[in-house]
């Protein structure tokens, strides 16, 4: 039977870190997101300040003009002089207020484009350096929609929203100071409805803001998914589930779309608040108004500027109804933001650490113990010592612990109680960017980047000269192959490399790795993939790379670790025994028999 939409989203993908976060509007968080505003504060801001001042104060003045000096002077008084006088002045002014609102709007897009610009790049390197625990509890789309999203919902809070929020406030302060001066019974009389619409309003915020942040919640939900299919889309089709796929993506569509909808209905429901706030405004305007007209104590003229001036009164308020809810969807997107850019790494650098500049690549565990989740033990009182120079395996099954030790020599993670020291030092007391900068990772899956051949050997070291990077690709045995191909080095390759084969992949992590120079070289698993007759070419290749090096080697394949100086044996975090493959096979130990349970298998399979 065909699951539902709503159950296919409920069940297929659980993201326990984007939740809705049910707080108070936070002005200090606000002000947090404001304080990337500070760098253009002596140019960009005052600019833009002064010419809002300009238009606000052209605002102010041309009602009074129209009314009180047209109607109630020049009018009245038949004085022509008077009137293309007044009338000059009031053309010239519109003129200043709109070459200055020229002004305001290419200089606030500069000041937006440049704030969202900062906030990317610094959510981005920040994201960088967080540890590997962060990525292996979050999908890399919901990351995907903070960086882009997220921060793309913010642009027009800072191109218009926030000196529109400044000019409304200077705006509304002039029209009720100008509203009293004129009538102040009659402002009275039109404010009375004001409590009970900020009664009202204020009971659509929560709502409002909750809404932004499912949104927020939806799309990040979709772009997991998005990315998850791309990049599964050879399982979904080998195990013909397109038709499901599908149907997941349609039921995290309409999840995205209805609260699109819900939110944006929630937002549509201000604005015609605020016009039926200003309809009941403009009755009692005209009721009262004409009034005191009758009275005597109005004049016609100071009617017509006070009722310019009342349209102008609710026009800042609808304004910045719209500007709150921008604040709404700024702070759903800042929250999460401001997240990530909370998270510290859990691998802490010291103040004082050290640069590690050279390193000989002697490796010590001194009573290591690990947790990735601090319950289970991945490390168990490790103890151990590789030697400079020497080529030193990790084997066991699954789970042994075996990419945990490669893990804490890189410093992906610390270790939980021990210490790891390189060449007598507590790596703990150098810089990570150091010591990293010595140690490189090849790993079974390697990742190639969109870029040409040429660029994905360069990026073990940037500055590395073309001839460097051929020679590197020589000396591993993969210039044959590249020049094989149509551009040779210049052979643009796509994302993830799969125009090339797996072992052409991982010749040029080979290459990639020998223009690095490490001291130190961790291969996990980096052969478990290539068929015997390119491993043969792997090996050969392997000897250029090792050389002169201190290299750590996992495997399950125990044909390519036979040359080690050292085997460490490991089962459930603990060394079971260790030594060269002779005396290990000599013991008729756990290695004996992982060696002999291969062998059978190799036979089983030739059979």
Do not use: C
Not at 465 to 491: C, H, P, Q, S
């Amino acid at each position: 039977m065909k699951q539902s939409k709503e159950k296919l989203v409920k069940n297929r993908f659980y993201y326990p870190t984007d939740q809705v976060i049910d707080k108070p509007f936070n002005w200090k968080q606000m002000l947090r997101l404001f304080s990337y505003l500070k760098p253009y504060r002596k140019k960009l801001l005052p600019l833009a300040f002064l010419t809002v001042i300009i238009t606000t104060i052209v605002r102010l003045a041309a009602p009074i003009l129209i009314g009180v000096y047209t109607l109630d002077h020049a009018i009245k008084n038949k004085d022509q002089n008077l009137l293309w006088t007044l009338v000059a002045i009031i053309f010239g002014l519109y003129l200043v207020s709109y070459i200055a609102n020229i002004f305001r709007i290419r200089w606030m897009n500069q000041l937006g484009q440049n704030v969202i610009y900062d906030l990317r790049k610094h959510l981005f390197t920040h994201v960088q350096s967080l540890s590997h625990r962060f990525f292996d509890s979050r999908s890399a789309g919901s990351i995907l929609v903070r960086i882009m999203n997220d921060i793309n919902s913010l642009q027009e809070l800072f191109t218009s929203g926030v000196i529109n929020l400044l000019m409304d406030m200077i705006l509304l302060i002039g029209v009720i100071a100008v509203l009293f001066s004129l009538s102040p019974s009659l402002s009275i009389a039109v404010m009375i409805i004001l409590p009970l619409m900020f009664f009202i309003s204020t009971s659509l915020r929560r709502n409002i803001r909750r809404s932004w942040q499912n949104v927020r919640l939806k799309q990040a939900k979709l772009n997991s998914h998005l990315n998850e299919s791309i990049q599964g889309i050879r399982v979904t089709q080998a195990f013909n589930q397109e038709t499901e796929n599908i149907a997941f993506f349609d039921g995290v569509n309409t999840e995205t779309y209805e609260s699109w909808r819900s939110a944006t209905r929630k937002n549509a429901m201000f604005r015609p608040f605020v016009e039926m706030s200003n309809a009941l405004g403009t009755a009692i305007l005209l009721w009262y108004g004409t009034t005191l007209i009758a009275d005597g104590t109005l004049t016609i003229g100071k009617f017509v500027s006070f009722a310019f001036y009342l349209g102008m009164f609710w026009e800042p308020i609808s304004r910045m109804g719209q500007v709150y809810n921008q604040l709404l969807m700024g702070m759903a997107s800042s929250e999460r933001i401001f997240e990530f850019l909370d998270e510290k790494p859990l691998v802490d650098e010291k103040d004082n650490a050290k640069h590690l500049d050279e390193i000989k690549g002697k490796i010590e565990f001194e009573e290591v113990e690990f947790s990735y989740d601090q319950k289970r033990l991945a490390l168990k009182g490790i103890s151990l010592t590789m030697e400079a120079g020497e080529t030193v395996a990790l084997v066991g099954h699954t789970g042994s612990g075996k990419t945990s030790i490669a893990n804490l020599i890189t410093r992906f993670y610390d270790p939980t109680s021990g210490r790891v020291k390189i060449d007598g030092i507590d790596i703990r007391d150098v810089t990570v960017s150091s010591l990293r900068s010595r140690i490189s990772v090849v790993l079974q899956d390697t990742f190639i980047f969109s870029g040409t051949i040429m660029e994905n050997i360069r990026f073990g070291r940037p500055d590395a000269t073309d001839e460097d990077v051929i020679r590197a690709a020589k000396a591993v045995g993969a210039d044959e192959f590249i020049l094989k191909l149509k551009n040779g080095y210049d052979t643009e390759v796509e994302e993830r490399g799969n125009i090339l084969s797996v072992g052409e992949r991982q010749l040029l992590s080979f290459a990639r790795t020998l223009l690095a120079d490490p001291s130190i070289i961790i291969l996990d698993e980096a052969t478990a993939s290539i068929d015997t007759e390119t491993e043969l070419i792997i090996q050969n290749a392997l000897r250029t790379l090792l050389k002169g090096r201190t290299a750590i080697m996992i495997a399950h394949r125990l044909s390519t670790i036979r040359e080690a100086d050292k085997i460490f044996v490991l089962n459930h975090g603990e060394i079971e025994e260790f030594g060269n493959h002779q005396e290990l096979m000599r013991q008729q130990g756990v290695y004996y028999e992982l060696v002999k349970a291969q062998f059978r298998m190799i036979d089983s399979t030739s059979a």
